[in-house]
């Protein structure tokens, strides 16, 4: 059966979608219909009426996040629209349940009007215990999420920014120790200037590269200061110089950073990298320049895809269930720039960890050590959640922006890994 078929009978067999709601309670008698349903529902209604904080008690808020989109960049299949997303959002549901024990509602906005998806968004905080902003482009991506932390008093996190920048930040960090290249030597190419691009952009910088080593290009060529149809995000990151297009920018660079299309990298463009170089393809579901196409260029390279099905997948699924986790559980009530490095440093952190039997045997009995076919763990290491989401509470603790603070660590980490073993 081709890859195709089997996709479409997964989310088509035995039930249509991958999601669906469970009730944690019981609800077999008559008694037990009185407790959820009227007259005993009437209890908790007016605890939480007297007391907001009550909501957390009662009701399921603080383990329920808003996967909200509206289609407009389904990974790299461009402008799909709100229904055609709603495949993407579920997946997002299916792996911050399997990974992280979060429920979520997957939200598809029909609009590409920004104040209405603020608007909207808001309007749903008393919902939900944090806000997972998916596949909306740029540049409207940046508006709303910076409207929606002004507004809500709850986490917002566009996770094709953040999540994307915090993951390809780990593997950055590991593959210059491997390419044994310091990161404020790095020649950096990030193609494609969208939600992805730029967020990595500011976070490689803010990790160590150096601004004016970092070479932006988009759909035009080379980000300059001399185009005049560059957005605020865009000429953050514009280089002086005349126009280029990526097969000139790309001579001589240490790291390729796709994060645009399928297919727009060469193999010639692989070999007039400098030496050891880092080539992260990151496109979905297809790279830049597919994994083997990369290493028949060149055998010196470090090379991770967005995928599933090859050695290094830099995607976001190793950050956005994990960070939710910690910042959900002390109620933090943002995401800060010192949360995801935290979650970034964890996870670099993780990769050097000799592997544990559990994820050998979560592939099949593979061996996997610190080295070019593994800079980021895998998602299945039951670790993660014990890394990443103990490293962004303690942080939201420390910088004070948690409604909840956490005391025993250990006590926390110990749950955590309860929480997960039923799970994974
Ligand atoms: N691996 C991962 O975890 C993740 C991967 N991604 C991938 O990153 C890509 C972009 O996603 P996102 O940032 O959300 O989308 P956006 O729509 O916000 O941005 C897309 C960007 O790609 C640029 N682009 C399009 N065609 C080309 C081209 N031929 N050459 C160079 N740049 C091009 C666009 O250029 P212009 O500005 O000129 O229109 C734009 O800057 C997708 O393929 C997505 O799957 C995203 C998130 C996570
Ligand atoms: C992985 C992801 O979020 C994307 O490609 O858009
Ligand atoms: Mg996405």
Redesign the pocket.
């Known amino acids: 059966m081709s890859l195709r078929d089997k996709a479409l009978s997964y989310h088509k067999n035995p039930t249509p979608g991958k999601v669906a709601i469970v009730s944690t309670k019981p609800c077999e008698t008559s008694a037990e219909l009185s407790l959820a349903y009227t007259p005993g529902v009437a209890e908790p209604v007016k605890e939480i009426a007297d007391n907001p904080d009550a909501v957390f008690d009662y009701t399921s808020r603080g383990n329920l996040v808003a996967v909200v989109s509206n289609g407009?960049?389904i990974?790299?299949l461009?402008n799909r629209g709100a229904l055609a997303s709603k495949p993407v959002m579920e997946g997002k549901a299916v792996l911050f349940k399997r990974f992280a024990d979060v429920d979520v509602f997957d939200i598809e906005i029909d609009s590409e009007d920004p104040e209405e998806i603020i608007r909207t968004v808001k309007l749903l905080e008393p919902t939900f215990g944090g806000i997972n902003l998916e596949?909306i482009?740029?540049p409207e991506?940046f508006y709303i999420e910076k409207r929606l932390i002004e507004l809500c008093d709850i986490p917002v996190f566009h996770?094709?920014q953040h999540?994307?920048a915090i993951?390809a930040t780990a593997g950055l960090i590991n593959a210059a120790e491997l390419a044994e290249k310091k990161l404020d030597s790095l020649k950096v190419v990030i193609?494609?200037?969208?939600?992805?691009?730029i967020s990595c952009a500011r976070m490689f910088v803010a990790a160590g590269v150096k601004r004016e080593n970092l070479f932006m290009?988009?759909?035009?060529g080379l980000i300059i200061e001399s185009r005049d149809d560059l957005t605020d995000e865009?000429r953050e990151f514009a280089q002086s110089g005349p126009a280029r297009v990526?097969a000139d920018v790309i001579k001589d660079a240490d790291v390729f950073a796709g994060?645009?299309?399928a297919g727009?990298m060469s193999q010639d463009m692989v070999r007039s990298m400098a030496d050891r170089p880092i080539i992260f393809a990151?496109?979905?579901p297809d790279p830049e320049i597919s994994y083997p196409d990369a290493l028949a260029a060149r055998e010196d390279i470090i090379m991770a895809t967005?995928r599933s099905d090859y050695p290094n997948q830099?995607?976001?699924?190793l950050g956005f269930p994990f960070i939710f986790r910690g910042a959900l559980d002390v109620r933090a009530r943002r995401i800060s720039e010192r949360m995801k490095m935290a979650a970034s440093l964890a996870l670099a952190e993780l990769a050097r960890q000799p592997v544990t039997d559990d994820v050998r045997a979560a592939y099949g009995g593979a061996a996997f050590s610190f080295g070019p076919g593994y800079i980021v763990p895998k998602p299945f290491d039951r670790r993660v959640i014990e890394y990443v989401s103990v490293a962004v509470a303690k942080t939201a603790c420390e910088e004070g922006l948690a409604g909840r603070p956490i005391n025993d660590w250990e006590d926390y980490r110990k749950k955590l890994a309860e929480r997960i073993r039923k799970n994974i």
């Open positions: 407009t960049a990974l790299g461009g596949d482009k740029a991506c996770d094709d999540g994307t993951i193609n494609g200037a969208g939600a992805a691009g290009c988009d759909s035009k865009k990526l994060l645009s299309v727009v990151m496109a979905n967005g830099i995607n976001n699924v």
